[in-house]
């Protein structure tokens, strides 16, 4: 009866399951889940994803590790916790989408055109720069990530809200140059790189 069980469970514990559990945040909790289709039906945008939240983490412990990496269905994820709060195993399921995207863009198979995806590497890019987010130069790098055309038809079509913005002391020009910045940006660059070498220890201590 061991022996089966053993072999029931080795069978189940694919590659693609270790993968995950081993480089995805919370990744280890996927195999927690039971297929209730909670998180889906509590999500916002569950009617636009193209593999609900359960669907993905079954076809990770089915192995199917380029679908899953692939898919963009993690970065639709808006982290609104509805379902979190509801999933019955409580199972930190926000957290294993952003791991899983996280997972994904690192290894080079996130897709490449996807909004959600761009927004994320523009925020985290313009954030760690000074430590704070320059809204303009946040603003500008996604209008024109698709080249110099898009981004003036971008501009153009929300001219009136950016006039709006100008007249009301919310945008200033001069904020693209200087924007705001932590005092400390040293300090926080030496936070960033430590977090880095905390990080790589983990992985290679799992190895």
Known sequence: M????????????????????????????????????????????GAHWAHPPQELFMMIRAGKREAVLSSDSMWMCTSCYNCVVRCPRKLPITGIMHGLASYANKLGMAPKIQ???????????????????????LTLGLYFNDGLMAGIKKGWAMRNIGLGLLKAGRLNPFELFKGHS????????AML?????IEARRKHSTH
């Open 182 to 189: 932590c005092k400390d940006q040293q300090g926080i660059q």
């Open 2 to 45: 061991s022996e089966l069980n053993t072999s029931t469970t080795e069978k189940y514990h694919n590659n693609f399951l270790r993968e995950v559990e081993e480089n995805v945040e919370e990744g280890e909790w996927v195999k927690m889940c039971m297929q209730c289709g909670v998180c889906s039906g509590s999500c916002p945008l």
């Open 115 to 137: 909004p959600t995806r761009d927004f994320s590497l523009q925020f985290w890019k313009n954030c760690t720069r000074t430590g704070r987010v320059n809204e303009l130069r």
């Open 193 to 197: 790189k430590k977090a880095a070498e």
